[in-house]
């Protein structure tokens, strides 16, 4: 074991025991998926979120005593609850920087940090995402009848992937790439690759009873066939998600794929440009803020012209912040936060994701807005103010002068 190691090991166990109070990563997406979560998950609960031009709606339902009393509501944000949680976070500047912990040493880099969470939680921290179609709907929800400009543009009767696989185009069912970035063990591209696997299987049973075919279910709505591209700084990680049943019956039909890659050093050549849809869920916000800049323009060099970034990630003044802000020890720099596991944190605002993801990266922003919630429970009698913020971000097409 090199001392290098050795030091960044003492540290994980030096900060662990130094933080009196649980920050787990993650926190606020397993709250999340509690609610959003369009399934069955660990706690039983199932909720259906519909969305209109003017709000989001709730319909929960759980039959789990300790959860069916939780349920959130949307609050609005006033300049009193951001000057108190400004006040909040002054307050404890001082007890809460690094600096304050005498034995603090350098943290261990990013890759050790999420290889060390990956080992200890394995694939049981995260639940998967099946809220994407209800929180980007123009991305993942049903095919509509017009294709859009990234379909046009690829649109054909096949597409090479990395591998020998060919993945051939139906006339029923169009093909998209997604590029997670950050995927971790796959908590949302393996939901995808679910139901890809699953109409590849209908589609070959179909063309195998084509005979008695009948028009019953061509007005039912269709579902996109996904190949994904995961990439992730964790080799831990990455191993699990290749371990993953979902993610090898995909990959033996060419829809899946899976990288070793830190997105602040760069992209694989195989991911150039090559996504109708690149995703960024919870980890910009664990980049350094001088790194995010080169981040989000080596995120959106994945997406071909016409293409979209979607995103979440946290909110300045979220709860956690406010959690995080309260102890000794973890602010690392304005707004950027190390956990007691030696991840890290960073709280945006609208406007530094405008300027990240427009100015650096030359996107245009189609969608940014925060997601403020409050979660009661009941049982408790207790809430929680949660704020995340979330974005959809368009390549522009080509110009003729570029071409």
Same mark, same amino acid.
């Given at each position: 074991?090199?001392?290098?190691?050795?030091?960044?090991?003492?540290?994980?166990?030096?900060?662990?025991?130094?933080?009196?109070?649980?920050?787990?990563?993650?926190?606020?997406?397993?709250?999340?998926?509690?609610?959003?979560? /369009?399934?069955?998950?660990?706690?039983?609960?199932?909720?259906?979120?519909?969305?209109?031009?003017?709000?989001?709606?709730?319909?929960?339902?759980?039959? /789990?005593?300790?959860?069916?009393?939780?349920?959130?509501?949307?609050?609005?944000?006033?300049?009193?609850?951001?000057?108190?949680?400004?006040?909040?976070?002054?307050?404890?500047?001082?007890?809460?920087?690094? $600096?304050?912990?005498?034995?603090?040493?350098?943290?261990?880099?990013?890759?050790?940090?999420?290889?060390?969470?990956?080992?200890?939680?394995?694939?049981?921290?995260?639940?998967?995402?099946?809220?994407?179609?209800?929180?980007?709907?123009?991305?993942?929800?049903?095919?509509?009848? +017009?294709?859009?400009?990234?379909?046009?543009?690829?649109?054909?009767?096949?597409?090479?992937?990395?591998?020998?696989?060919?993945?051939?185009?139906?006339?029923?069912?169009? *093909?998209?790439?997604?590029?997670?970035?950050?995927?971790?063990?796959?908590?949302?591209?393996?939901?995808?690759?679910?139901?890809?696997?699953?109409?590849?299987?209908? $589609?070959?049973?179909?063309?195998?009873?084509?005979?008695?075919?009948?028009?019953?279910?061509?007005?039912?709505?269709?579902?996109?066939?996904?190949?994904?591209?995961?990439?992730?700084?964790?080799?831990?990680?990455?191993?699990?998600?290749?371990?993953?049943?979902?993610? +090898?019956?995909?990959?033996?039909?060419?829809?899946?794929?899976?990288?070793?890659?830190?997105?602040?050093?760069?992209?694989?050549?195989?991911?150039?440009?090559?996504?109708?849809?690149?995703?960024?869920?919870?980890?910009?916000?664990?980049?350094?803020?001088?790194? $995010?800049?080169?981040?989000?323009?080596?995120?959106?060099?994945?997406?071909?012209?016409?293409?979209?970034?979607?995103?979440?990630?946290?909110?300045?003044?979220?709860?956690?912040?406010?959690?995080?802000?309260?102890?000794?020890?973890?602010?690392?720099?304005?707004?950027?936060?190390?956990?007691?596991?030696?991840?890290?944190?960073?709280?945006? *605002? *609208?406007?530094?994701?405008?300027?990240?993801?427009?100015?650096?990266?030359?996107?245009?922003?189609?969608?940014?807005?925060?997601?403020?919630?409050?979660?009661?429970?009941?049982?408790?009698?207790?809430?929680?103010?949660?704020?995340?913020?979330?974005?959809?971000?368009?390549?522009?097409?080509?110009?003729?002068?570029?071409?």
């Amino acid at each position: 074991m090199s001392s290098e190691y050795g030091l960044a090991l003492s540290y994980l166990h030096i900060y662990a025991s130094l933080s009196s109070n649980n920050d787990d990563n993650g926190e606020e997406e397993n709250v999340e998926v509690q609610v959003d979560h /369009n399934g069955t998950d660990r706690v039983n609960a199932t909720t259906h979120i519909v969305k209109d031009s003017t709000k989001e709606t709730k319909d929960t339902t759980a039959d /789990n005593n300790n959860h069916k009393n939780n349920v959130w509501e949307e609050f609005e944000w006033t300049v009193q609850h951001e000057n108190e949680s400004r006040c909040l976070l002054e307050k404890s500047m001082e007890r809460c920087s690094i $600096q304050a912990i005498p034995s603090y040493h350098q943290a261990p880099n990013d890759d050790f940090a999420w290889d060390s969470f990956y080992s200890q939680h394995n694939t049981n921290f995260f639940k998967d995402r099946h809220y994407l179609h209800t929180a980007f709907p123009q991305e993942f929800g049903p095919q509509q009848q +017009q294709h859009s400009a990234a379909d046009a543009a690829i649109d054909s009767d096949t597409i090479e992937t990395t591998t020998t696989t060919t993945v051939t185009r139906t006339k029923t069912t169009p *093909t998209r790439t997604l590029v997670e970035i950050g995927c971790g063990v796959g908590n949302a591209l393996l939901p995808l690759l679910e139901t890809s696997c699953a109409q590849e299987h209908d $589609q070959t049973n179909s063309s195998n009873s084509s005979k008695n075919k009948n028009s019953s279910n061509e007005h039912e709505p269709l579902r996109h066939q996904w190949i994904v591209y995961g990439l992730d700084l964790s080799s831990v990680a990455i191993g699990l998600l290749k371990q993953d049943e979902r993610f +090898q019956a995909a990959s033996k039909l060419g829809y899946a794929h899976a990288f070793v890659s830190n997105i602040v050093q760069g992209i694989p050549a195989a991911c150039h440009e090559i996504a109708d849809v690149s995703s960024l869920f919870f980890c910009l916000s664990a980049i350094d803020p001088k790194d $995010q800049p080169v981040a989000v323009q080596n995120a959106a060099s994945t997406v071909r012209p016409g293409g979209t970034i979607v995103f979440r990630d946290y909110g300045r003044f979220d709860e956690s912040q406010l959690k995080l802000g309260s102890q000794r020890g973890k602010l690392l720099k304005d707004n950027f936060y190390v956990k007691h596991d030696a991840t890290k944190c960073y709280f945006f *605002t *609208t406007t530094e994701l405008r300027d990240l993801f427009e100015t650096h990266a030359g996107l245009e922003v189609m969608e940014l807005e925060y997601v403020r919630r409050i979660y009661w429970n009941r049982a408790t009698k207790t809430s929680r103010k949660r704020v995340w913020v979330q974005g959809r971000f368009r390549k522009p097409l080509l110009s003729t002068t570029n071409q």
